[in-house]
């Protein structure tokens, strides 16, 4: 009896702080969401309030009327979308290789994957600029996708590696018993059920390179070309001041398609799992 209720109270505490990480994590975007429907007057309030006392959407037309939101949207879009892709075609292959044959070269891609996350934007923007330059890069969306490849190659190399490791070597010989091929057997048995891991590599490159700032902001120079999160530092005033509410709903928005992209691959990644140990 007492080893019950102690279950039961382990139980009850585990809710309880699963619940309270849930709201520490929930109140920064609840609170934007709050601020970007808020009219001036109560944003300058010294007594502010969850629920906006009188919503407006003026905040939303100010926002678009003083920047480019949607173009910068876009750019951020494309160069998210084209270094998720590329990162994962190249990490796949880079991956299985590395699980299914150990060796050398395996502990040196290893070793250049955790080297290469210890080094600080910081260190590496001035060479990384100098070669760009060379390479009539600067100012190019497609500079920017090939930085956004480099930087989360590494770790989208190591996620993919450990996925791969955790499909059994025994199902490919089964295949290759069966009579197919290298090819086939990596198409028909390995791939699907890979699919989890490199829909949520795919995802973890795209929310990276969509929330990049620091390298968008050296790389780019004409607004035309800017991103997201640029284009957002440009509702900061020339003495820090923020226009809060615009702010607050243009971030507000620029958060969406992460979220909107995340609920349907979460679901693909569901399927994908199920799927997977229905094969196997």
């Known amino acids: ?3 019950l209720r102690t279950s039961r109270s382990a139980r009850v505490g585990q809710y309880l702080a699963l619940l309270a990480y849930l709201v520490f994590l929930a109140f920064p975007f609840l609170w934007l969401i709050s601020t970007a429907f808020k009219p001036s007057p109560e944003l300058g309030s010294l007594h502010p309030t969850w629920i906006p006392r009188d919503p407006t959407l003026a905040n939303f037309r100010h926002a678009f ?3 480019p939101l949607l173009q910068a949207a876009g750019n951020s879009l494309l160069a998210a979308l084209s270094a998720a892709l590329i990162a994962v075609l190249i990490a796949t292959p880079m991956a299985y290789v590395m699980a299914r044959h150990r060796g ?3 502990t040196a891609a290893t070793g250049w994957v955790v080297i290469s996350q210890a080094f600080p934007f910081v260190l590496v923007i001035i060479p ?3 070669v760009l330059k060379n390479l009539h890069l600067i100012n190019s969306l497609f500079g920017l996708v090939m930085v956004y490849v480099v930087w989360s190659l590494p770790f989208a190399l190591w996620m993919l590696v450990g996925y791969v490791r955790a499909v059994p070597a025994e199902l490919e010989e089964a295949a290759a018993v069966d009579g197919a091929g290298r090819l086939r057997t990596l198409v028909s048995v390995t791939a699907p059920l890979l699919a989890p891991g490199i829909v949520a590599t795919a995802l973890f490159a795209f929310i ?4 990049e700032f620091f390298f968008a902001l050296v790389l780019l120079k004409t607004p035309e ?3 997201l999160p640029v284009v957002l530092t440009h509702f900061l005033g020339a003495e820090g001041v923020a226009d809060l509410g615009p702010l607050a709903a243009a971030a507000f928005l620029a958060t969406i398609p992460s979220l909107v992209i ?3 691959i979460q679901k693909r990644i569901t399927g994908g799992m199920l799927a997977g140990a229905v094969k196997s």
């Open 1 to 3: 009896m007492s080893t």
């Open 262 to 264: 995340f609920a349907i």
């Open 225 to 227: 070309k800017q991103t």
């Open 128 to 130: 990384l600029f100098l």
């Open 208 to 211: 990276t390179a969509w929330n």
């Open 65 to 67: 009327d003083e920047q």
């Open 104 to 106: 050398r070269l395996s």
